[in-house]
């Protein structure tokens, strides 16, 4: 998987390649129940996966809402901030940055922990985004540039409409050949960014790295939204792998995180991509 966040936890993986596998058999308990509560118990209403304490759909939807909520709500409050204290956002990268390899690599979700990180994203989101408008405004002639926040705002939400919708219409599949490939090519952008950070700091560059400049830049900006793309769809596909097994409900703080960090990736990205179309 490319997300850590659902690899690394065998709930969202393939049930038949858990332990035991879907043919185990253990012994059945001896029955205690007598014929009259059995018959009430199949006359009642089935449970439900909420009642079962199984993770849904419902869940994976309200938890992802409510922390992207949470996450705008604490960006817009550091963008009205960081004109005073313009160096707040990279508390806020440090801080997600760590809080997000350990939620990545906990076996038990952490609610605290996730939440947590959410308010450290959204401090570095509202700060580099404001940044990120007054360096594309510097860009201009007159001073003034296009509202590439909103604009990578609606670029985000339609290409994770467009993933899920390719995705539940079976156009896009999730099998071994596409997971292969997608992790060769997520190991190699690694690899390209943290060769344009080194570079960064001995050779010129718009503000993106020697190896972003113009339209060279762009290319590659599209080709990672391209991967922030199909990461979604893996998402999804974890997601709906640990619903099929019966994952405990609890999973859907996982599964809500993963996904929050996709978005903002993908963000990041676009928001890349329109500053350098308007400087350019």
């Known amino acids: 998987m490319a997300n850590p966040v659902f690899s690394n936890s065998p709930i ?97 979700p952490s609610p605290a922990l996730i939440i947590a990180y959410t308010i450290a994203e959204g401090v570095f989101v509202g700060g580099i985004s404001y940044l990120f408008q007054n360096f594309a405004v510097e860009g201009t002639t007159d001073g003034t540039a296009q509202p590439i926040v909103l604009q990578a705002v609606i670029a985000t939400m339609v290409t994770f409409a467009a993933a899920l919708a390719l995705f539940k219409s079976g156009k896009v599949r999730v099998t071994p050949k596409f997971t292969k490939w997608l992790l060769i090519a997520m190991v190699g952008y690694l690899a390209f960014s943290l060769v344009n950070l080194v570079l960064w700091f001995f050779m010129p560059s718009d503000g ?63 928001l890349r991509i329109f500053a350098m179309f308007t400087r350019n």
């Open 208 to 270: 993106f790295g020697p190896l972003r400049n113009g339209g060279w830049g762009i290319l590659v900006g599209l080709f990672a939204v391209g991967l922030a793309a199909a990461c979604l769809i893996m998402d999804f596909d974890s997601i709906k792998r640990g619903v099929e097994a019966g994952a405990p409900a609890k999973f859907a703080w996982s599964a809500a995180f993963g996904l929050i960090v996709t978005l903002v990736w993908l963000y990041l990205e676009f």
């Open 12 to 108: 969202f993986q393939d049930p038949n390649a858990r332990k035991g596998g879907s043919n185990a058999r253990t012994a059945a308990p001896e029955s205690t129940i007598d014929a009259v509560t059995l018959e009430k118990m199949y006359a009642g209403a089935p449970a439900t996966p909420r009642q079962m304490g199984r993770l849904t759909y419902d869940d994976v939807i309200v938890k992802t809402g409510s922390l992207l909520a949470l996450l705008v709500v604490v960006a817009a409050a550091t963008w009205a901030v960081t004109p005073q204290v313009p160096w707040l956002y990279l508390v806020g990268a440090l801080v997600g940055l760590v809080l997000g390899l350990v939620n990545s690599f906990r076996r038990e």
